[in-house]
């Protein structure tokens, strides 16, 4: 194999794999959407909200009912899942948003800011 | 100012006089000012040893008047979560780094006294002394403030043995990695003679640093799977994401030295020991800065803008660097059948994942937007089956051109086949198929490799081992990904749960008070074809000093062989008649141990051997 075979062959092999990586990273990403910009929208999927939890109401049939919060805004969550005792908590709501409701399907808890942990 | 302050004070003043000593000292060939550079480096090992001892004291002494003290230990504490509340707030972890640092300086001091070593000291000197501001203003540990009757109390995530040793494993390797920087972007100044001096003489500090950073890493997921209750062991989260980054581009440098024969890895060894370290200054910018949006980013602050723009410099000046002493080499790669190709092959595939790693780490940082796991873990998939493919060959081809591959790979890879179709028969799996049968092959190969080689060491023997820990680690992690269960649902007394081949059973609902906790657990009973193997007792936490009140899932597992019954409860009706419950089945995750404990042990194998060296 000559000189630049070499290099060309790695080249193309190295490029593939990038763009590989950059469809896999479009394929799978979902977007960070503010309570405020998230009323506006007549209905999203897959978003990812920050806010602060309020109001909860916990059902009999594993459903919580509660308000996101950004201090502006309050949207209506509905989660299937106990949330005990958890106003107040700064979390992350993934999940599907209609009708002015937003469907979680995953509720990421945010570390409260009083505790750093230390090393990682 | 405080006891503390002063002795962080002198310490910052020892480091400034050392680095000007030092850098002086090389250049006007002066054995004085040396010697002078060489008690500074003394005097601030010993200033911040000092500090850390008294901050010690302060926490063992609950002396509430440090809000240090006050925000992480509480009077109801254990002795050695007190003194793991050394490390578990960014002023006292930035303290150990410190400390660490120093030490790690005393170590290449005592190995040799040359211009290398003085240049090496003075340019560690300088990101210590950056840290040792951190000490003196945005994060200092010793500012007090009207005594408290009593503390806050530490993190009840951090309250497991794991993160007693979490920490400073990571911070050691942290530290451990500033040193080959500092000597490669030394040797690279001094001139041509030193240089490759310099890269040989790294090679035994990263590779200390590869180790701990590794076994910290494995502390690190495994704490994540017993405590924090989503079922997995890494989450590709942000903050995990930054501590694999440096682990990779150091695996990639212990790798590349074997090709230092060939004139272009020179530069390629150069720039991964500076990409590692510049990846370490990225991690603690992930961890402090807040810049990126991680859910579990601790704390925000002007520092991680600091050390962002410190990292760039530290690239500019090793770049810099490399300019000033590297000969430009064009890119040209003589590819033959021989393990050269096969090593640039896995480096290839290292660094490709390195890119798939940080791209989606810093995604939040430009677009709003943020990948989920699926991203990682289907890229991950992929170049674990490359990297067991290149190892399994790679133990076997021959340096030279090897005509003979494909005679040796024929045995191995009709085993891969066998493993394959077997596989797929047993778990309709193709995924796991596929792992299953390139893993048979590599390890295969590997046996047969150690079998028939001549010159048997405790190095070779540890990378063997430390192949066998990544082939065992990448079975787990499919197991893990692609072969478990998970149910999401909600559970009364007496009604009965299906997951597996398991039924679980919850039989009771107990609390347990504590002095700063209340535990409300349930009783749940794990059978198997109608025989009871284990009882479980999963629960919530809640912990009333901290406010706002602060509830922590206590997660319960059964191991059997190669299964995990998983459990952790999410919350609890109003009147604690229903509880929802996620249940994972994941299976070979003690695979996931077993690989990374190898690669540790393997690790320790071969530096044990290159110290002989």
């Not at chain 1, 060309?8 to 394929?27: D, P, Q």
């Not at chain 1, 999203?44 to 308000?67: M, P, R």
């Not at chain 2, 995990?240 to 890895?265: C, D, G, Q, V, Y």
Request: glycine residues 8%; contains cysteine; aromatic residues 14%.
């Amino acid at each position: 194999m000559g000189n630049n075979q070499g290099t060309i062959i790695l080249g193309v092999f190295a490029t593939a794999f990038l763009i590989y990586i950059g469809y896999n990273l479009l394929a799978n990403i979902s977007p960070y959407t503010p309570v405020s910009e998230l009323l506006e929208l007549e209905s999203a999927y897959n978003v990812q909200v920050n806010g602060t939890i309020e109001n909860t109401t916990v059902l009999e049939n594993n459903t919580s009912i509660f308000y996101l919060t950004d201090g502006k805004s309050k949207v209506k969550v509905i989660y299937d899942g106990y949330l005990h005792n958890q106003d107040g908590l700064k979390v992350v709501v993934v999940g599907d948003y209609k009708n002015g409701t937003l469907y979680a399907y995953q509720i990421l808890n945010k570390c409260h800011t009083e505790y750093e942990t230390g090393g990682e | 100012m405080d006891g503390g302050e002063i002795l962080l004070a002198f310490s910052l003043m020892a480091i400034l006089f050392s680095i000007w000593a030092l850098l002086a000292g090389v250049r006007k060939r002066s054995t004085r000012l040396l010697q002078y550079g060489e008690w500074g480096v003394y005097f601030y090992f010993l200033m911040l040893l000092f500090s850390s001892m008294l901050l010690l004291s302060h926490l063992l002494s609950k002396d509430y008047s440090y809000i240090y003290v006050y925000k992480h230990t509480n009077s109801f504490l254990p002795l050695i979560y007190t003194v793991s509340a050394f490390w578990a707030g960014k002023e006292g972890s930035i303290l150990l780094w410190a400390l660490f640092i120093a030490t790690a300086n005393i170590f290449v001091l005592s190995e040799k006294k040359d211009a290398l070593t003085a240049s090496t000291l003075s340019i560690s000197g300088m990101f210590l002394a950056i840290l040792n501001v951190f000490l003196l203003t945005t994060s200092n540990p010793f500012i007090r403030t009207v005594a408290k009757s009593e503390g806050f109390g530490l993190n009840p995530l951090l309250r497991t043995f794991e993160m007693v040793i979490h920490p400073p494993t990571v911070f050691i390797a942290y530290a451990g990695f500033l040193i080959p920087f500092a000597m490669v972007v030394s040797g690279a100044f001094l001139g041509r003679e030193w240089r490759e001096k310099a890269i040989v003489r790294s090679v035994k500090y990263s590779f200390f640093s590869w180790i701990f950073l590794g076994f910290g890493i494995f502390i690190g997921a495994y704490w994540a799977y017993k405590t924090l209750g989503w079922g997995g062991f890494w989450g590709w989260d942000p903050v995990e994401n930054a501590s694999l980054m440096p682990w990779l581009t150091s695996t990639a440098f212990i790798h590349s030295i074997m090709l230092r024969k060939r004139k272009i890895f020179d530069g390629l060894s150069f720039f991964l020991i500076v990409a590692t370290f510049s990846l370490v200054i990225f991690a603690s910018v992930v961890t402090r800065g807040g810049f990126i949006n991680s859910v579990h980013a601790f704390g925000e602050g002007e520092e991680g803008i600091i050390l962002f723009i410190l990292m760039i410099g530290f690239i500019i000046l090793s770049v810099f660097a490399y300019f000033k002493n590297y000969e430009k080499q064009a890119m040209k790669f003589n590819l033959s059948i021989n393990r050269e190709t096969a090593i640039i092959l896995f480096l290839i595939v290292t660094l490709m994942l390195l890119i798939a790693v940080l791209a989606g780490t810093v995604t939040p940082v430009f677009t709003n937007t943020s990948p989920e796991r699926e991203y990682y873990e289907s890229i991950m998939v992929f170049c674990e089956f490359l990297i067991l493919l290149i190892l399994g060959i790679c133990i076997r081809i021959s340096w030279r051109r090897d005509d003979e591959l494909i005679e040796k790979m024929r045995v191995p890879f009709i085993i891969m086949i066998l493993a394959f179709l077997s596989t797929l028969a047993l778990t309709k799996n193709a995924i796991i198929s596929i792992f299953a049968g390139v893993s048979a092959f590599t390890f295969l190969n590997h046996f047969i490799a150690i079998t028939i080689k001549k010159k048997r060491d405790l190095r070779v023997y540890g990378a063997f081992l430390v192949h066998i820990g990544v082939i065992i680690l990448f079975a787990g992690s499919i197991g893990v990904w692609d072969y478990s269960e998970h149910i999401s649902t909600s559970i009364a007394l007496n009604e009965t749960l299906q997951a597996g081949d398991y039924t679980l059973v919850p039989v009771k609902v107990d609390g347990v008070e504590k002095r700063d906790c209340f535990t409300v657990f349930v009783e749940i009973e794990v059978y198997k074809n109608g025989e009871l193997l284990s009882t479980l007792k999963p629960g919530l936490t809640e912990y009333m000093i901290i406010n706002p009140n602060r509830i922590v899932s206590d997660v319960a597992i059964a191991s059997y062989y190669m299964e995990d019954v998983y459990v952790s409860i999410t919350g609890f009706s109003s009147d604690f008649s229903r509880a929802g419950i996620e249940v994972f089945i994941n299976r070979l995750t003690i695979l996931v141990w077993v690989g990374m404990a190898l690669i540790t042990a393997g690790g320790v194998c071969s530096y044990l051997s290159l110290r002989k060296d």
